[in-house]
């Protein structure tokens, strides 16, 4: 498989041995990397494990060709023509009656969205997305550092921040699945997830307000935090995980399972109406084992 362009990037990071036209290198991609660029006819690309994207090692060369300029810097539609893909440096302002097609592709840009809709696929570098109003359709991924802001308007469904990305949500829905990988945060603080929210190894959860409407699960290296809002249906604690609650409902199923990490903050604690002793002063820890049967209560902080 041979890509011919320009602005090559793994993880970020210009590729080698491609700074005169014509010059060939052979790339072998490594697992969870990124690999941006911009095709000979003005393109922007991503490929990635995180999107099932298969390249095995000895198949992929990377082949330096004229690509456009990347202009404007940018975009205000409908007014201006919907774009290819944005490019290093250039912002892209999409209105109602504009959007954007499927498998759209950014890099080291920023994508505005107060209405009209982002086509499935998309997939996002190091690149700022905000969405206040109009749809973000399913398979949404960001990877690199980038940060998805949606305070209206609706995403999904089956969006995943990877790689050390950012997903605030402080209005709006997130439907169905939202999943956290290694590195990257997810703070809620309103809105709606409406379905599953998932955290994976070295990934971090805040929920501060908002509701995720059916459920949380916390997997293992994961780690969340909350402290408000609401977690409908089920939470489950897998092995090795981090959890700590400090205020906020829960549904019918709590789930912390052998090997999680599940702090409880507050006070009032006592388990078959007897209190829980040790937890005298503020900042008191106890570990707690709670039998079959028995039932904990208590107030969170």
Known sequence: VVLIGGEFQLDGVPVAGLDLIGNS?????????????????????????????????????????????AAPLVFNSPADDVPMGLRS????NLSGGADLPDYFAAFDATLNVVGGGVGRD??????????????????????????????????????????????????????????????????????????YLSVGS???????????GLGVTAGPGGTVRISGGAVGRSFDAESGSVVEISGGTM??????????????????????GVPVSGLNVAGDTVGLEVPGDSVLTGTLA
């Open 25 to 69: 290198v052979g790339l072998n991609l490594p697992q969870g990397s990124v690999l941006s660029g911009t095709y000979a006819d003005g393109t922007a690309f991503i490929y990635s494990s995180g999107n099932s994207d298969v390249l095995a090692d000895g198949t992929l060369t990377l082949s330096a060709a004229a690509v456009p300029v």
């Open 89 to 92: 440096g250039q912002t892209l």
């Open 122 to 195: 998309t997939e996002v570098a190091n690149t700022s997305v905000s969405l206040t109003s109009g749809s973000v359709a399913s398979g949404f991924r960001a990877y690199l550092g980038s940060t998805l802001d949606v305070s209206g308007g609706t995403v999904g469904p089956f969006a995943s921040v990877q790689s050390g990305s950012t997903v605030n949500v402080s209005g709006g829905s997130v439907a169905s699945f939202l999943g956290i990988g290694s590195g990257s945060t997810a703070n809620i603080s309103g809105g709606l997830v409406d379905s």
């Open 202 to 212: 070295g990934g971090t959860v805040n929920i501060s307000g908002g509701v995720v």
């Open 251 to 272: 549904g019918w199923s709590f789930k912390a399972l052998t090997g999680s990490d599940v702090n409880l903050i507050g006070g009032e604690f006592q388990l078959d």
